[in-house]
């Protein structure tokens, strides 16, 4: 697990994101996936840049089915933000560290 960044399971989604008391980005990824592990550094560094105004968190996918079914997860990776236990932004694919902090920004 990467500082700063939690991973979670099928079991912990809803304690951990939905009733969060604050802001979650869930990173939707999986080992094999090239762009996931590119996009992970950005992730890990933004983890850092607002500690503690919004959480972030990684499910593995080919571990983890159920929650990315739940919400529609075609295309890894795909990253949420959920606020107050719904979905406030989804961005999928490898991004510009700009366009994810813009997303946080919106959130905190």
Not at 8 to 31: H, K, M, R, Y
Not at 36 to 58: R, W, Y
Not at 68 to 88: Q, S
Request: net charge negative; glycine share 8%; charged share 25%.
């Amino acid at each position: 697990m990467a500082e700063g960044v939690l991973d979670i399971d099928d079991n912990g989604f809803e304690t951990e994101v939905l009733q969060s008391d604050i802001p979650v980005l869930v990173d939707f990824w999986a080992p094999w996936c090239g762009p996931c592990k590119a996009i992970a550094p950005t992730v890990e560094q933004l983890a850092k840049d607002f500690s503690g105004q919004i959480k972030f968190t990684k499910c593995n996918v080919d571990d983890n089915p159920i929650t990315p079914a739940k919400y529609g997860i075609r295309a890894i990776p795909t990253l949420i933000f959920f606020k107050g236990g719904e979905v406030a932004e989804q961005i999928t694919g490898m991004v510009a560290k700009a366009k994810l902090e813009e997303a946080i920004k919106k959130l905190v």
